[in-house]
């Protein structure tokens, strides 16, 4: 069975520090999609990036950049520069891909992140 | 741009009564989904809908759930006789497999408060 675990519960930085939320999972497919969600308080899931596992480049897209390593099955989110507008949780989850279903996403708890002045 | 909308945005309801919590998808998505998040804990999967059938569903969909696609652009989730465990924030998504970045887009979720 798929797992998605997000060990860290709650960060806490200040303003522009780098912050990196960390997911590690776990899925016995071998193609498979990773994907990170942004909640803001106002409660709505932002999609922020999909990734599939054959594709180990790292990514980066403005202050965000994603570090996928399958050999430590990790695929870690780096903010840049943290603005408070970044303040909300945080979701790594993962797909396998079932015929039908390729976007039935398991979600890890989420990371709680709080950037402050 | 083109969004999931979500209707009620929040409605509270006595436990034993029946919900109906509506969405419309993106038009030319083709795989509807619901899932829920109850207050604090992580998003769950609870239902994959396609070419007017569920294709999967959770341990949590039990008979006490339904989703039909009535009328080809509502998708509607009814929860028949509502419990204290069933108050959470329920997010319809829906997805287009051409897209090229895979993205599941989700509605603003309807938030269940149960009494």
């Known amino acids: 069975a798929q797992k998605v675990t997000q060990a860290q519960t709650e960060i806490s930085v200040v303003e522009k520090e780098d912050v990196t939320l960390d997911c590690v999972y776990e899925?016995?497919?071998?193609?498979?999609?990773l994907f990170w969600y942004k909640q803001p308080p106002s409660g709505e899931l932002v999609f922020l990036i999909r990734?599939?596992?054959?594709?180990?480049q790292n990514e980066i897209s403005g202050r965000y950049s994603w570090n996928f390593q399958k050999s430590t099955s990790s695929f870690n989110f780096t903010i840049t520069a943290s603005q408070v507008v970044d303040s909300a949780v945080y979701f790594c989850?993962?797909?396998?891909?079932?015929?039908?279903?390729?976007?039935?996403?398991?979600f890890g708890t989420g990371t709680r992140l709080q950037v402050t002045l | 741009e083109p969004e999931v909308t979500q209707t009620p945005s929040h409605q509270v309801t006595q436990m034993g009564q029946e919900v109906i919590l509506r969405c419309v998808p993106i038009?030319?998505?083709?795989?509807f989904y619901w899932y829920r998040q109850i207050l604090g804990q992580k998003v769950e999967f609870l239902v994959s809908?396609?070419?007017?059938?569920?294709?999967?569903k959770s341990e949590i969909f039990d008979d006490q759930f339904s989703v039909e696609r009535p009328d080809g652009s509502n998708f509607t989730l009814k929860i028949r006789s509502t419990k204290l465990e069933d108050s959470a924030m329920y997010f319809c998504?829906?997805?287009?497999?051409?897209?090229?970045?895979?993205?599941?887009?989700f509605g603003e979720g309807s938030r269940l408060t149960v009494l």
């Open positions: 989850a993962l797909s396998e891909l079932n015929t039908g279903t390729a976007s039935k996403l398991t």
């Open positions: 899925t016995r497919d071998t193609t498979y999609y």
């Open positions: 990734r599939n596992s054959f594709d180990e």
């Open positions: 038009s030319n998505h083709l795989y």
């Open positions: 809908f396609y070419n007017n059938e569920i294709s999967e």
């Open positions: 998504a829906s997805i287009n497999p051409a897209s090229n970045t895979g993205e599941l887009f």
